[in-house]
C-alpha cells in the first residue's frame, strides 16, 4: 500500500512539473533498445564474482527450503 498517494486534488506541483514527471517515468522513450533497437549492456562492476554469487544464492535457496520442509 502506498502511503504517499495522493487522495484527491494536488496542488504540489502545476501542470507542466506533471508533464515533466511523466516524461521522466516514460524510460522506453530514453532506452535505446526501444529507440533503434540497439542493447547497451553495462560493464560488470570490478570485484564482482559471479561463482561466489551463485553459490551464496545456492546456500540461501537451500536453507529456504529447509525451513519450508521443516528439516
Not at 4 to 22: A, C, F, H, N, V
Not at 24 to 48: E, H, I, M, S
Request: net charge negative; hydrophobic share 35%; proline share 7%.
Amino acid at each position: 500500500m502506498a502511503y504517499d498517494l495522493p487522495i484527491g486534488y494536488t496542488e504540489s506541483y502545476r501542470q507542466d512539473d506533471w508533464y515533466k514527471l511523466m516524461i521522466q517515468a516514460d524510460w522506453p522513450l530514453r532506452d535505446t533498445y526501444f529507440t533503434n533497437g540497439k542493447l547497451d549492456v553495462p560493464a560488470k562492476p570490478a570485484g564482482l564474482d559471479p561463482e561466489k554469487i551463485s553459490e551464496q544464492q545456492h546456500i540461501a535457496d537451500d536453507a529456504q527450503f529447509r525451513n519450508l520442509n521443516g528439516a
